[in-house]
Each structure stands twice: as structure tokens, then as C-alpha cells.
Nanobody, 123 residues
């Protein structure tokens, strides 16, 4: 059974940084994509960044140049380094996985989901 556990959320001021981690277990596919998604109150869930086992990476335009996704395949962990954070980045952040998910940025393409970690950015 696939499990995804997010950690690293918190509250920081605008301009600050946070690093999120997504620890995956139970994934039997040799290749998979893991994506980071976020959902703010009253808004739809949106893809932020995605990464495939083989290294292909995708970003939403809103975070390009500020967020960096990376992975440690030996630890089955995917990271999201978030710099220059803005109040509009405030949301619940989720990681999700699929054997194949296109750009890993579309929520309906992902099969497995974590429970999320809250990120709050104050101005």
C-alpha cells in the first residue's frame, strides 16, 4: 500500500523559505512521478511542481524561479524548497504520486495522496 507523508510546513514571513519533504513508501513501480500541490481556502487544488524518477521536472508558472523540487531516490523522498515566499503561497500543501501523471501537475492524474502540511506566509 502506497503511503505519502508530508512534513516541513510552518509559518514564516514573506521573503522567507521553507523546505517540504514527502516520504513515500509501498511504491512498487519502477518509474513514478511525485507532485506537490496546494489548496488555499475557497480555491481549487493546483499543481506546483512535479518530478519523475528519471529526473524530468515540471513547475507551475507561479513558482518558477522560487521553488525547487528534488528527490533522493535512495530515501524515497521528494523535497520542495520554497524561497522568496509570498502571502499568496499560503495553502495546505500535498504531495501526490502516480505511475504516470503527465506533467505531474494535474490533480486528477494523481493516484495517491498524502494528508498535507500547512504553509502560512505572513506579510
Amino acid at each position: 500500500q502506497v503511503q505519502l507523508v508530508e512534513s516541513g510546513g510552518g509559518s514564516v514571513q514573506a521573503g522567507g523559505s521553507l523546505r517540504l519533504s514527502c516520504a513515500a513508501s509501498g511504491f512498487t513501480y519502477s518509474s513514478r512521478c511525485v507532485g506537490w500541490f496546494r489548496q488555499a481556502p475557497g480555491k481549487e487544488r493546483e499543481g506546483v511542481a512535479g518530478i519523475y524518477t528519471h529526473g524530468s521536472i515540471y513547475y507551475a508558472d507561479s513558482v518558477k524561479g522560487r521553488f525547487t523540487i528534488s528527490q533522493d531516490n535512495a530515501k524515497n523522498t521528494v523535497y520542495l524548497q520554497m524561497n522568496s515566499l509570498k502571502p499568496e503561497d499560503t495553502a495546505m500543501y500535498y504531495c501526490a504520486a502516480a505511475a504516470y501523471g503527465g506533467t505531474c501537475l494535474a490533480p486528477n492524474a494523481m493516484k495517491y495522496w498524502g494528508k498535507g502540511t500547512q504553509v502560512t506566509i505572513s506579510s
